[in-house]
């Protein structure tokens, strides 16, 4: 059966609901594995040890002879921007540092219904403003495959499944906050279609439309993202935007790729990806991904690469998406002082400055000046649509790069980790511009990214497979799945199993 920690979430609700693990005892061996590598990663920045050993006994002992949810006693992650009941939640600032909420975000409630136990908080940047994990009050998360590089934002839930301290974390994905760091770190995600699990967004309900961000599951198998999707979802009041619950997306895992058509682009819209070596050189983000395409077209399908061009270039794209989050950011500052919290003049020193430089462009930003960010935002769905007539998956590399190096290293704007500047020698902008997940979520698509293989460096690489919006059941077949996955290491457990023992992640021998 594998060690506890190497289990996946439905593995371990099933050695738990058969007796074959104790609750206790799964809870107790993920503490002893936060205490040996999460010093070296920095993946979770709160661990609530009373609170899930208190909720394991409480379940263990209602559970007796009950029938049991499908994450029974699973312990998980929660993204340290979402409120969990009693759990210090800092939404990675100062400002926040000894924030308790009171109430719990609907999705990780649904988790907690379905037996699942919140082990801790996982890293964030703050506010969730860029694409890197970390921020000045818990410093940078690793991926655990290289302390001195990133995990990728804006979350280290990715991190913490990698590492072994849960099986299961929650993210939310915008522009990428979940499949960059899922691809970072060697794990699999599915941030589903736009409105499949609905978003709070008091005062403003309409707000999280533009971009159309989705919670998603950060996990080690397929089963458990579309497991993790389901129970998610469904229609809330609260959300005008949210749909009715999928069909189920475990019934999908069963079917394999035969006749579907897969259409592969290496640089949708024309970015720089760091390209396919010279030979015996060590693999970058696009041969990582080129060396899994043969796996689905042994699984059945038919695939093709596609010289897809979106309507606009990516410097223009990266512009647009630079332009709306600010907007974002500055509603967001709006209302912490509508609710007595001054991000811009009651904390000097406190806020950091990137996040800071964010609002008050969005503040300078008027409704004339944003219409034609609209005009753009439309013409990508379209685009897009000719496609999707022709394929039923789009598969891209997720990320442009090969891993981005944490703040000590040579990419760092005061205490920020950013990434490079240039690919290729084409101009990127450093906080977004080196991953290849905007379009996707432009458009609403459920997109999944698929751990292939490591890069020269050891970082794992991640494969983008995408379908039509309301397409989630296609993305999630397991078969397929397995295939690329086996075909980036024949023979070998998933990539982020090796990360189970790395002596390096021991920070007691760092």
Known sequence: MGETTELSAIRLAQAIGGRAVSPVDAVHALFVRIEKVNPAVNALVTVCGERALDRTAAERAVSDGAELGPLHDVPIGVK???????????????????????????????LEQAGAIVMGETNAPEFGFKATAGSGL???????????????????????????????????????????PAAFC???????????????????????????????????????????????????????????????????????????????SPDPGGYPVEPEPEPEAEPEAEAVAQAALPAPREAGATVEEVGFRLPLPHADLTTMWRRKLPVAHAESAAIARDNGIDLLGAYPGSVGQGYLDSVRVGE??????????????????????????????????????????????????GRDTVGPDTVEGQAVDPLVGWSLTSPFTLIGSPAASVPVGRAGNGVPGGLRL???????ALVVRRRGDALVIRAAAPGARLPWAVAYQDPDLDATSA
């Open 80 to 110: 340290g921007l979402d409120p969990v009941a009693g759990v210090p939640t800092a939404c990675g600032s100062l400002v926040f540092a000894e924030d308790v909420p009171q109430e719990i975000i609907w999705c990780v409630e649904r």
């Open 466 to 472: 995408a379908a039509r919006r309301r397409g989630d």
């Open 364 to 413: 300078s930003l008027g409704a004339v000046d944003l219409r034609p960010e609209d005009l753009d935002h439309t013409r990508v769905p379209y685009s897009f649509e000719g496609l999707f007539d022709r394929y039923d998956l789009v598969v891209s590399p997720v990320n442009v790069v090969a891993g981005i190096p944490d703040s000590a290293g040579r990419y760092s704007v």
């Open 186 to 264: 060697g794990v699999f995600t599915l941030m589903p279609s736009f409105g499949r699990v609905p978003v709070p967004a008091k005062p403003n309900a309409v707000r999280r439309y533009d971009p159309m961000g989705c919670y998603a599951p950060l996990v080690r198998t397929v089963a458990d993202a579309a497991l993790g999707v389901e129970l998610m979802s469904g229609a809330r009041p609260y959300d005008p935007y949210s749909l009715p619950a999928p069909e189920k997306l475990t019934d999908a895992l069963h079917c394999d790729l035969t006749g579907l058509t897969v259409a592969y």
């Open 138 to 180: 818990s410093g940078p998360a690793s991926t655990p495959f290289d302390r001195a590089m990133n995990a990728g934002g804006s979350c280290g839930s990715a991190a913490a499944v990698a590492s072994g301290t849960v099986p299961l974390a929650q993210g939310f994905d915008a522009g990428g906050s979940s499949r960059v």
